[in-house]
């Protein structure tokens, strides 16, 4: 069975510091993809970043990086240079190899930028 | 613009009463899901859907029951509505093809049972 664990509840970052949000996952699968998604208090989920176990690099998506480290299963989600819209919700999330998988979340790590 | 549409975004029932959430979306995805949100449980998936009339339980079925009469609308019923089931309920659908991954969400309806 496929697992998504998010450790940390809430953080309070300053504002213009980097983040890392944290996230292990446990799958048997031999191909899977990782997200993260990201929900405002207005409550719509939005898609950031998406890594492929097979992909070679890291996905980048402007100030979002995935870490991603395989063989400790975890896809930490790094923001640069965060601001005060990033304040929200972070919920990491991974499904299987197969076009018809479903999606799987963690519990959702709620983050606080201080200005 | 690509869009996944909710009924309702807030919803008011009384314990008992029989509750249909519907969902939209006009991508033509193949896999539509239902998911509800409570707070510290993060999102759990309650029933999906990757074909018309096709249905499968999710993680936390009980007390539900889903409706995929066409591809682009996949419904929640709530046969009998409890109070333990007041909460946030997402609607969220996907293309079922290999390397097109990101789902797309509904605004949610928030459901209280009172």
């Known amino acids: 069975a496929q697992k998504i664990t998010q450790t940390q509840p809430g953080m309070f970052v300053q504002e213009k510091e980097a983040v890392t949000l944290d996230c292990t996952y446990d799958t048997s699968d031999p191909s899977y993809g990782l997200f993260w998604y990201k929900q405002p208090s207005s409550g719509e989920m939005i898609f950031l970043i998406y890594?492929?176990?097979?992909?070679?690099q890291n996905a980048t998506e402007g100030r979002y990086s995935l870490n991603f480290q395989k063989a400790r299963k975890s896809a930490n989600l790094v923001i640069s240079a965060s601001q005060l819209g990033d304040s929200a919700m972070y919920f990491c999330a991974m499904m299987g190899e197969n076009r018809d998988d479903k999606i799987i979340f963690g519990k959702g790590t709620r983050l606080h930028i201080l200005p | 613009d690509v869009k996944v549409t909710q009924s309702s975004r807030y919803l008011v029932k009384r314990t008992g009463e029989k509750v249909f959430l519907e969902c939209v979306q006009d991508m033509d995805h193949e896999n539509m899901f239902w998911y509800r949100q409570d707070p510290g449980l993060g999102l759990r998936l309650i029933y999906f859907?990757?074909?018309?009339?096709?249905?499968e339980k999710g993680d936390i079925p009980e007390g539900y029951s889903v409706s995929r009469e066409k591809k682009e609308r996949f419904s929640l019923i709530l046969e009998s509505a409890s109070t333990n089931q007041t909460s946030m309920y997402l609607c969220a659908s996907r293309a079922g093809v290999l390397g097109d991954n990101e789902q797309f969400f509904g605004p949610g309806t928030r459901l209280t049972v009172l």
């Open positions: 859907s990757y074909d018309v009339k096709m249905k």
């Open positions: 890594q492929g176990s097979y992909d070679q």
